[in-house]
T-cell receptor
Framework: SQKIEQNSEALNIQEGKTATLTCNYTNYSPAYLQWYRQDPGRGPVFLLLIRENEKEKRKERLKVTFDTTLKQSLFHITASQPADSATYLCALALNTGNQFYFGTGTSLTVIP | DSGVTQTPKHLITATGQRVTLRCSPRSGDLSVYWYQQSLDQGLQFLIQYYNGEERAKGNILERFSAQQFPDLHSELNLSSLELGDSALYFC???????????FGDGTRLSIL
């Protein structure tokens, strides 16, 4: 069956360190992958998109990698801040672009 | 502010009842997506519309239906409600299938 797995445990890191979140998938061939941030009681907010033919994308302190051989995406937040504390979701889209499959999310806490 | 408006924010009703959730997409967006988010299931894709036409169906129950109107707003109808339907229902919009999605803040549905 199709499955998307993110860090199974909540992630706690010290302020200023780099947070690395993983998204592993099986039985998908995604055309592209997106990362979202979700705060309690709010809808997800789009952060980054990476296509299947791209290895890496950056935006300010954020970096995402996409390895279609390993079926894995890594999401990095450098110089983390307490304001980065949230749940982060990865989402896969197939070629049609009409249907998205979300992971269950990783809860990140940045400790001052 | 994502530009996506969902009403109502909260809805409390009883088993067996029917409710309608409403979504106004971001200005210019033609695609509307509906998701259900519960604690144990994560964000589950229900259905997508593009410019009034249904484009993709996910894990949507037969008791649920949706439509997108000519002014592009969308409604999700849930009928014969069961306790297990209690969840957060999100609407998202995008320009077209491959673009980032913009989420509303959801409707919290509680079935008593």
């Amino acid at each position: 069956s199709q499955k998307i797995e993110q860090n199974s445990e909540a992630l706690n890191i010290q302020e200023g360190k780099t947070a690395t979140l993983t998204c592993n998938y099986t039985n998908y061939s995604p055309a592209y992958l997106q990362w979202y941030r979700q705060d309690p009681g709010r809808g997800p907010v789009f952060l980054l998109l990476i296509r299947e033919n791209e290895k890496e994308k950056r935006k300010e302190r954020l970096k995402v990698t996409f390895d279609t051989t390993l079926k894995q995406s890594l999401f990095h937040i450098t110089a983390s801040q307490p304001a980065d504390s949230a749940t982060y979701l990865c989402a896969l889209a197939l070629n049609t672009g009409n249907q998205f499959y979300f992971g269950t999310g990783t809860s990140l806490t940045v400790i001052p | 502010d994502s530009g996506v408006t969902q009403t109502p924010k909260h809805l409390i009703t009883a088993t067996g009842q029917r409710v309608t959730l409403r979504c106004s997409p971001r200005s210019g967006d033609l695609s509307v997506y509906w998701y259900q988010q519960s604690l144990d299931q994560g964000l589950q894709f229900l259905i997508q519309y593009y410019n009034g036409e249904e484009r993709a169906k996910g894990n949507i129950l037969e008791r649920f239906s949706a439509q997108q109107f000519p002014d592009l707003h969308s409604e999700l109808n849930l009928s014969s409600l069961e306790l297990g339907d209690s969840a957060l229902y999100f609407c998202a919009s995008s320009e077209q299938g491959y673009q980032p999605q913009h989420f509303g803040d959801g409707t919290r549905l509680s079935i008593l």
